[in-house]
């Protein structure tokens, strides 16, 4: 690395724009021109050498140039926000509603959107959150952070530690604020200090130099909202862990005990009751929400809940053999009101109704007009066993159980594993026979496959029940997402409401020149100023940027 040696000394990285001693501008500097004696001094980064500035040989400082770029975060920043924009067109996989159809992602964009709503699935928009290219634009916001970062605050931090109160005339002279006042007593001088300190500035002196700072802090501001938004940034790439985040379904019916998913087997949850609540318009408290009921034209119910008991297995897990289990927790499941336990929260999201628990079926005598029953049989529909037998000695084999009956092309099929429109093919034997007749019975459907059975099955009736949706979540992310939003309101607040303001005083001759600079708030500064010189003779600081517009307006107004 080549060094940079200064008149006054002093031996400055390559790179460096002002001396970081002296201030004074350096010779062949390799980025910002601050030697132009025509132009104010540019104190961005305090003239410090950065990398991205500097170095453009290797791969490595190319791919750091690029990252350190701010246009390139910004440009990252706005491909997520417009993909996070896409992603909210249509819902997202996991709010698909339950009432389609068809919730296979494949097949439900095409048929509720049509074209659009096919190439929003190919692009991978339905799952935007959890996809792999999204996350690798969160993360290469991260890494633009961190070089950004790094990039600007190294340097700074080397510059800003170095302060001196002794700074080259050319440094002061070409300050925003700037003026020389040419004959200033001990007293006035000492006036001036006071006033500053008591405006609590930090006054350091050297050799009747002295510099006035406060509020230094302030610079790191963005540095610590840098922070923030990191912890912000790995928060959201750590929910795609099962670590960390979990957001799964369970459908649970009436009656049902369920393994919990992706909890590994360890807990169970067997629902009660399910209890639904409909608007009662003749109580005074539910009446004043009828008109905004009717208006929507649907049926909104005023709860719905699942009375729910929550088992952990214990012991260790054996295939095919029923864990042991022992009760958790137990408690209603509201909207709005979730069960927690072990780090796992259940939200009542949804619930499906009219599914069938059990049906009960009877045998009669296919020429018997009345249809007087030889014997019942009640199948658990979750459940069902391979062959009943009646009293009287028949037998009845379930061949086929299809839970949601449905033909298509002439081939029955099931189209979920609930129970919703149930159906049967049995295998009829007559007493002490081997030979079996074939039966096809469902809701509404009573098929002999050969029209010579001796044997006929009715429904005699069935049982109703609820299943409930619910969603299991554990999410150990958002302590991170609070914490990195705390940081980042720090750095915001930080930044906002202070400024780092310097003063120079430097003796020259038998008077002082005068000069400061703040990142920001110049007039809050000029006030400083003009309450420290008050009672003495020293002369205001001029604003030479203003100073220079004004003389630009005059000269375009006589051109005029």
Known sequence: MDKIKCECGHVNPEGTVLCESCGKPVAANQHIDGNDKSKLLNMRYEGSARRSQTYNRSIVDKTWNFFSSVKVGVMLIVIALIASGLGTIYPQEMYIPQEAENRDPAVFYEDWYGITGKIYYQLGFHDLYSSWWYMI???????????????????????????????????????????????????????????????????????????AEKNRFSRWGPYVNHIGLIIILLAALLRTTPLLFLDDTVWVREGETKVIPSTEGEFYIENEKFVVEEYDFN????????????????????????????????????????????????????????????????????YQEN?????????????????????????????????????????????????????????????????????????????????????????????????????????????????????????YTLPFFIVGAAIFMIGVIQGMYWQHRRIWINPHNDGIILAAHTNKNWFGIKKDIEYAIKDTNIQMVIDQEELEEEKERERESKEG
Not at 148 to 170: E, G, W, Y
Not at 171 to 194: I, P, Y
Not at 316 to 329: H, S
């Open 283 to 350: 109580d005074p408290e539910d009446a004043k929400f009828k008109d905004a009921i009717e208006s929507r034209g649907t049926t909104v119910h005023k709860n719905y809940q699942t009375d729910a008991i929550i088992y952990e297995a214990k012991g260790k897990q054996v295939a095919g053999q029923e864990p042991e289990l022992e009760e958790v927790t137990k408690g209603s499941i509201q909207m709005n009101k979730p069960l927690k336990f072990s780090g796992y929260t259940l939200y009542q999201s949804s």
């Open 355 to 475: 599914d069938f628990a059990n049906m009960t079926f009877f045998v009669y005598k296919t020429d018997d007009e009345d249809r007087e029953s030889l014997g019942e049989i009640t199948i658990d529909l979750t459940d069902p066993k391979d062959e009943y037998e009646l009293d009287n000695g028949i037998r009845l084999k379930i061949n086929n159980y299809y839970a949601d009956y449905e033909l298509v092309n002439g081939e029955p099929r099931s189209v979920s594993n609930y129970p919703r429109n149930p159906a049967f093919v049995f295998n009829v034997f007559p007493p002490d026979s081997d030979e079996s007749e074939i039966s096809f019975v469902g809701i509404g459907k009573n098929i002999d496959a050969t029209g010579e059975n001796e044997y006929k099955l009715g429904i005699q009736g069935f049982n109703m029940l609820y299943a409930s949706g619910l969603t299991v979540r554990r999410d």
């Open 137 to 211: 634009v969160i993360a290469l916001i991260g890494v633009s952070l961190v070089i950004c970062s790094i990039d600007r605050f190294v340097p700074l931090r080397r510059a800003l530690k170095m302060q001196k109160p002794k700074r080259h005339n050319t440094f002061l002279t070409r300050q925003r604020l700037f003026n020389e006042t040419e004959k200033v007593s001990k007293a006035e001088k000492e006036a001036l200090v006071a006033g500053l300190r008591k405006k609590r500035y930090k006054i350091t002196e050297e050799d009747g130099n002295i510099l």
